[in-house]
């Protein structure tokens, strides 16, 4: 089915007895499994059609329309249909449906593209989104530590332990030389890159002495990757991940981020001073609103869209910074 072409002269409008027989069925067949006439899509307002493009075919019906495209063919209706529709059709950055709309996480529905979904909510809209880029932007210092070993100033550095649906990973910035109350450093680490499925960061401030910095990076990822062991176990079982994953898997990552803090201290018998641990955590929903609608902030030189809550200890008060952007 996916060489079948039609020549630019049908390309206004298709009549019915233009398709062979196969492609009637393949439309047939859908519409019927989605309730036909008495489902959703409701009675046909058009014949099958070839798109624009000469690539693929449609069918409207009152209450959407079902998409062919190399074989598949997916349906696409309501407020999802109605944004794909001012963006270009198959026309726009978006190109083809490659799914049926689909539940999301936080009472969300979301279809797939093949460059990019459009995620609803009944409180936004529909919004279109590809991949978003999250990433540690720096850090404020409100207070130092009361310990300076033999320093005026703090050398502190954070380490952080990444969880989303699918995986960990865990990344350390750099130590910050010589920082004082009311300094900031500015810095720039993607702390990952995919689709919007929900994801926790938590954030281990440490005051440099002697220590490798890096073996509290391996602890960390330690830390997440052992709270991460029941959520693995339910991806197991999900048939489609994908996007939709968020829906299921999503709302279990706050719950095992209590386990990060148990692991790690289990872990932190190590020569750097520990300053506090807090851990970030943000929705599907979150991340689309935040990448998508939500303009940075800057504060002393930093730009951001999350913080940590204060980080403190031993004397010592800072906060981290993060971004979110479309990609």
Sequence with gaps: MSDYVMSSSNMAAVHSSALPLVMHSEFETKYEQLGGSAGFLGEPTSEIRLCPDERG???????????????????????????????????SSLGYPISDEAAFSEDGRVSAFQNGLIYWWPDTGAIELNDVSVNFTGIVCFGETDYDQGSDSDEPYIVM???????????????????????????????YRGKPRGLTIS????????????KYKTAMQASVGAAFAGVTTLIAIIPVVGPFIAAVAGPLLAAVTPKVGEELNSLLDLGDDPIDLETVAM?????????????????????????????????????????????
């Design 283 to 327: 929705s599907a929903k979150d991340m689309v609103l935040l990448a998508a609608r939500t303009t940075s902030t800057e504060e002393k030189g930093i730009t951001y869209k999350v913080t940590t809550p204060l980080l403190s200890g031993h004397g010592a008060s800072y906060k981290a910074y993060f971004d979110l952007v479309p990609v």
């Design 57 to 91: 075919l449609y069918r409207h019906f009152q209450g959407g329309s079902l998409y062919w495209y190399d074989g598949q063919i997916y349906e696409i209706h309501g407020a999802i249909r109605d944004k794909w529709a001012e963006l270009g059709w198959e026309r």
């Design 161 to 191: 332990g990444v969880l989303d649906p699918t995986g960990t990973s865990s990344l350390r910035s750099q130590v910050y030389q010589d920082v004082d109350a009311g300094e900031s450093r500015a810095d720039h680490v993607e702390l």
């Design 203 to 214: 954030t281990l401030i440490v005051e440099h002495d002697e220590e490798d910095p890096d």
